[in-house]
């Protein structure tokens, strides 16, 4: 049997990306988003989930469990970014981020991690940013959610170590979708500089990078990597 994903966030950007690479490799793909996926293919299900919320998402993952068997990957890649300056960030915008970003990323980690644990084995992957080792200004919510997730990445990785079953985080600065389209190009540039990545990152870059570490077994369960210098 092929082994087994769950990306979330697959409705568009680096999730969707993923999909079709995991896919295109020979894997099943579960993707949760709260939008529907534009995905065709037999060995791909589409889940209509929002991660912020605890119950939904362990009844989706208690389904895929029972349709799959097993989950042999998570990928927790569905998040949220703000940039505002620390002492104007509204309490409601650091809420969400921390809630999208933080929680949600716990949430399927908790359901998902109970599936591999009673299978004995698996790989977690927390997506997270180079803006946390950066320290970036203008992004102190976002930085806070994000580190709360290397954080969570590196104490699931020793609860979970004795049980076969690894977790790491992996990080970006701006990719090229349509979140950082937004952005002023200046900002996005400067960003690119510090790290030394001057081009930028392409969405095909980003994914190959995943994709290495799904391969590389060498890599100790609790790293934190960044694709670029920090």
Not at 147 to 169: C, H, P, Q, Y
């Amino acid at each position: 049997m092929p082994p087994v994903a769950l990306i979330t966030g697959t409705s568009k950007g680096l999730g969707y990306a993923l999909a079709l690479r995991l896919l295109a490799e020979g894997w099943t793909v579960h993707g949760f988003s709260r939008q529907s996926t534009a995905i065709e293919h037999p060995q791909f299900t589409g889940h209509l989930v929002d991660i912020t919320d605890e119950s939904a998402v362990r009844v989706a993952v208690e389904n895929v469990a029972q349709s799959a068997a097993r989950i042999d990957l998570l990928i927790n890649n569905a998040g949220a970014a703000s940039m505002n300056a620390l002492l104007l960030t509204p309490g409601a915008v650091a809420e969400k981020l921390m809630r999208v970003n933080y929680l949600g990323t716990l949430h399927c980690l908790q359901s998902v991690g109970k599936v591999m644990v009673r299978q004995r084995g698996g790989l977690i992957i927390n997506l997270t940013t180079v803006a946390v080792p950066l320290s970036l200004e203008g992004e102190a919510a976002y930085v806070a959610s994000k580190a709360a997730v290397e954080a969570l990445t590196r104490v699931a990785a020793t609860e979970l170590a004795t049980v076969g079953i690894k977790v790491l985080a992996l990080g970006f600065g701006p990719i090229d979708t349509d979140l950082t389209r937004a952005v002023p190009r200046a900002s996005l540039a400067k960003i690119n500089t510090r790290i030394g990545r001057p081009q930028g990152t392409a969405i095909a870059e980003a994914v190959d990078f995943v994709i290495s570490a799904i391969q590389d077994k060498a890599i100790p369960s609790g790293s934190v990597r960044y694709l670029g210098e920090v």
